[in-house]
């Protein structure tokens, strides 16, 4: 036998021996005890150490961490907050050190209420291009001037734009000096200006900059959570887009208050539901809105909500602590009364960044399918529980099969509220 067909005959039986040492159940439990370990204080995490004969050591923190062994396995509590590291022995050698981060208990309470959301733009949102009739043809002054759908008008000649009227004095007196606007617009988070000359319309004589504006947006949603201390809450779980330009709105303020639910448009394959509501009639403004993100959106409470149920605060689960099984949602489907359904996480995603998307749903409840279908447009924040915690909200249905949707974990909504979960400062919302 030559050198050649030994070299490959050695090459097969090494990585065959590789892989079978990679499958041993020993390998196996040794890479699932996972490098770092994050917990809340007061949980308890077991792993298996049936074929692995590990001995696990917490140095100087007989108060902050406890470890047991037991027959074919250890478990780990944890007591205090803090920052420990665990050592992993085989034999009396190290094998693997684990970090172990313990947070403070953190609670919130679970919303489920359906909420009426109303914002308002920074500046003038352009969500098209009008065409001005003249005397020399149809021509749009926005458009020449170089804006785009989707741009915001913050300022004309260095004065602040809030609200469509506050244009119109600007185009007369432009119209009547036949001086050019001096635009500052908001482009992708980029500034730059602008000049825009209105042109008279031939039919009328008014003069007009050729552009659709809006200043404000309104819909309905469903409350997530909210903080009893702080008064922050969240909502929604995605962000709110223009629905011409779909494009975020980039919010300068805004309200939320009491929704009604009047009547479902059940949902089914290619034609996602919808809930159709209403605000209260008192139009009472229970919170404002500070930020509309990826995740939702996000301000502080103002009144007192209550959704009958659920109404003292719950424990909530990191990204890596959310598993596949049962669970339940809290959502509105008639009036305004909050009701708990049976849901199954799918699949879930550990993220160790925020990004959405981190779970997939199916709604499994009878009585909840025979009423809309599945998951409706307006269930959007309805939060997910899962053995007594707060995982997570529905964010969106999957259109060709209503019965099942999308969530985001709690734990990037909570970090968009400003709400400490990892025991460090965060001021992001006020």
């Known amino acids: 036998m030559n050198t050649e067909a030994i070299r490959k005959i050695m090459g097969v039986f090494l990585l065959v021996s590789f892989i079978m040492i990679g499958m041993s159940k020993p390998v196996k439990e040794y890479f699932q005890i996972p490098k770092q370990i994050v917990m809340f204080e007061g949980e308890a995490m077991r792993f298996s150490t049936a074929a692995l004969p590990v001995q696990a050591t917490v140095k100087d923190a007989p108060k902050s961490i406890e470890v047991h ?202 034609s996602p539901g919808e809930k159709l509501a209403r605000f209260s009639d008192e139009e009472e403004v229970i919170g404002n809105i500070t930020n509309n993100s990826p995740f939702g959106i996000f301000g502080k409470l103002t009144e007192p909500v209550d959704n009958g149920i659920m109404n003292k605060p719950i424990p909530i689960a990191l990204s890596n602590q959310v598993k596949e099984g049962p669970a339940k949602m809290l959502t509105v489907v008639e009036n305004d009364k909050v009701e708990q359904f049976d849901i199954e996480i799918v699949s879930t995603i550990p993220q160790k960044f925020p990004a959405t998307k981190g779970l997939v749903i199916r709604v499994t409840d009878p009585r909840l399918l025979k009423k809309t279908g599945g998951i409706v447009q307006g269930m959007s924040g309805s939060p997910i529980i899962q053995d007594g915690k707060l995982v997570g909200a529905v964010t969106h249905v999957f259109v060709n099969d209503p019965t099942s949707g999308y969530g985001v974990h709690i734990e990037w909504m909570l970090n968009e509220a400003g709400i400490d979960v990892y025991g460090k400062s965060n001021k992001k919302a006020s």
């Open 69 to 270: 062994k037991h027959a074919d396995s250890f478990s780990v509590k944890a007591k205090q907050s803090g920052e420990k590291k665990m050592v992993l022995e085989v034999a009396g050698m190290p094998v693997k050190q684990v970090d172990v981060n313990v947070l403070p208990t953190l609670k919130v309470i679970p919303g489920g209420q359906s909420i009426g959301v109303k914002l308002n733009t920074v500046g003038v949102l352009v969500v098209g291009y009008h065409l001005v009739e003249t005397e020399k043809g149809k021509k749009s002054p926005g458009e020449i001037a170089g804006i785009k759908v989707g741009d915001i008008i913050t300022r004309i000649n260095g004065k602040k734009i809030e609200k469509m009227s506050d244009l119109s004095p600007f185009i007369e007196e432009a119209g009547k000096t036949g001086k050019p606007l001096h635009l500052q617009v908001l482009r992708d988070k980029h500034s730059f200006t602008t000049k825009l000359v209105p042109l008279k319309d031939k039919h009328d004589h008014a003069y007009r900059v050729g552009l659709y504006i809006r200043d404000s947006a309104a819909g309905i949603g469903t409350m997530t959570f909210y903080d009893p201390v702080s008064k922050k809450y969240g909502a929604l779980g995605h962000v709110i887009s223009d629905m011409d330009t779909k494009k975020p709105i980039v919010v300068q303020n805004g309200q939320i208050m009491r929704s009604t639910v009047t009547s479902i448009e059940k949902g089914s394959s290619g």
